[in-house]
């Protein structure tokens, strides 16, 4: 389990290029949550998760975000399971996203339609967040992917 903080709502710290803080916002014509959870964040609900690359074009390249934005497409599928997948700035399309599950349930949360434990099923895995309306917890199994070494004389004398 990794505490992964407190959210920031401020437009100005996603950065979001709106004046006021709000629970969501009309972006290239679809409506998103947007917070950073030290990197910024868009979610869009979907009753059916579709044609994510195109809306995430869209609102990555907008004059809204100046930074880029990670764009996370939700399917709720009670108060405490969803769907999720992720677009990341600069990578595109990415097996998990810790931060993306994190934004999605505080998302969910505040809009009243999740509850504060969710479990976040990611095409990679599935993670459990807990939110409790001010800081954000973020469970999942541990993995070992990579051994590697690296040679530090590889050459120079």
């Given at each position: 389990?990794?505490?992964?903080?407190?959210?920031?709502?401020?437009?100005?710290?996603?950065?979001?290029?709106?004046?006021?803080?709000?629970?969501?916002?009309?972006?290239?014509?679809?409506?998103?949550?947007?917070?950073?959870?030290?990197?910024?964040?868009?979610?869009?609900?979907?009753?059916?998760?579709?044609?994510?690359?195109?809306?995430?074009?869209?609102?990555q390249v907008s004059d809204y975000f100046p930074?880029?934005?990670?764009?996370?497409?939700?399917?709720?599928?009670?108060?405490?399971?969803?769907?999720?997948?992720?677009?990341?700035?600069?990578?595109?399309?990415?097996?998990?996203?810790?931060?993306?599950?994190?934004?999605?349930?505080?998302?969910?949360?505040?809009?009243?339609?999740?509850?504060?434990?969710?479990?976040?099923?990611?095409?990679?895995?599935?993670?459990?967040?807990?939110?409790?309306?001010?800081?954000?917890?973020?469970?999942?199994?541990?993995?070992?992917?990579?051994?590697?070494?690296?040679?530090?004389?590889?050459?120079?004398?």
């Amino acid at each position: 389990t990794v505490d992964m903080g407190i959210p920031n709502f401020e437009p100005s710290k996603i950065p979001l290029n709106f004046d006021k803080v709000s629970s969501e916002y009309l972006i290239e014509g679809y409506m998103v949550g947007s917070l950073s959870i030290g990197n910024p964040h868009a979610i869009l609900i979907q009753d059916q998760i579709k044609n994510i690359m195109d809306i995430a074009s869209k609102i990555q390249v907008s004059d809204y975000f100046p930074d880029g934005v990670n764009v996370g497409f939700m399917e709720v599928l009670n108060r405490a399971e969803i769907k999720l997948r992720v677009v990341e700035r600069g990578v595109g399309e990415t097996l998990a996203c810790g931060s993306g599950a994190c934004a999605a349930v505080i998302y969910g949360v505040n809009k009243g339609i999740l509850d504060s434990k969710v479990i976040v099923h990611l095409n990679g895995g599935d993670a459990i967040v807990d939110y409790d309306g001010v800081r954000v917890c973020l469970t999942g199994p541990g993995e070992f992917v990579y051994e590697g070494s690296i040679n530090l004389r590889s050459g120079a004398s």
